[in-house]
């Protein structure tokens, strides 16, 4: 077995992986603060107006990133999860908890401002559309993830619970994606894909993907934080815990 691989296996530990996280964090929430800052210069001042929908279109920058990441965390989630449940490793179970609340959070935005989008194209708040409905089915799915875990007070039972819920669920995510392909809905196809041109402005193209990053950078930073604060909980009764400068009190080095 190579060193690299050995040292992966390393940080699989709680006690490895909470400061390698501490010393993360910072730099995410830097790289989140950038690209928030280049992605809303770009959405607002740079990118053109729709021709069709206005000014009201821009609100597409906060929108689909949120929808994206909203799919994109579920699934590292329940990746998470199947870890936990096939290798029984504490920190699998870490992680996937503290994804679930910032991936509701990014479910809740991608709902919301679809229904501010929606009511000045659609002329309503919201439709019981095919990709609309699947998101809420997903919103509905983060909930629930953390209502079962914080139900049971094992930690352990509440992973392996939780786990199983968080991989029934994975089965949404490809319906979402392609409902605007497999159902007549009234939302709008995909304007970014994989094996055609982008239906938009470049700068609009640009702008979007800018805000996904710092979507992205955003998840990873508050996720690593919410997983500290899970290992201390969890953790609180083992020596490496107790010893921590945050923990005695002592001046963090």
Not at 81 to 94: D, E, F, P, Y
Not at 203 to 228: C, E, H, K, N, P
Request: aromatic share 16%; glycine share 8%.
């Amino acid at each position: 077995m190579s060193n690299g691989l050995i040292n992966w296996f390393r940080y699989a530990s709680p006690q490895s992986f909470y400061p390698l996280a501490g010393k993360m964090i910072p730099w995410f929430w830097a790289l989140a603060a950038l690209f928030t800052g280049v992605g809303l210069w770009i959405s607002f001042f740079v990118a053109p107006t729709d021709a069709v929908q206005g000014e009201g279109y821009r609100i597409i920058f906060i929108h689909v990133p949120a929808s994206w990441m909203s799919m994109f965390i579920y699934c590292v989630m329940a990746g998470w999860a199947a870890i936990g449940l096939a290798l029984n490793t504490r920190l699998s179970g870490m992680m996937a908890t503290a994804l679930a609340p910032t991936g509701a959070l990014m479910a809740f935005l991608s709902l919301w401002t679809g229904a501010l989008w929606g009511k000045p194209m659609w002329g309503t708040w919201w439709v019981w559309d095919a990709r609309l409905t699947s998101e809420l089915i997903l919103f509905f799915l983060y909930i629930g993830f953390i209502a079962l875990q914080a139900a049971i007070d094992d930690p352990r039972r509440a992973d392996k619970a939780g786990a199983i819920l968080a991989l029934v669920g994975v089965v949404n995510i490809p319906i979402i994606y392609f409902s605007v392909k497999w159902w007549n809905t009234l939302h709008q196809g995909a304007s970014v894909s994989l094996n055609k041109s982008p239906s938009m402005a470049q700068t609009m193209l640009w702008g979007m993907l800018v805000m996904a990053l710092a979507f992205w950078m955003y998840a990873i930073a508050i996720a690593l934080m919410r997983a500290r604060a899970i290992m201390l909980e969890r953790e609180a009764h083992t020596e490496w815990v107790r010893s921590l400068p945050e923990v005695t009190g002592g001046s963090a080095r």
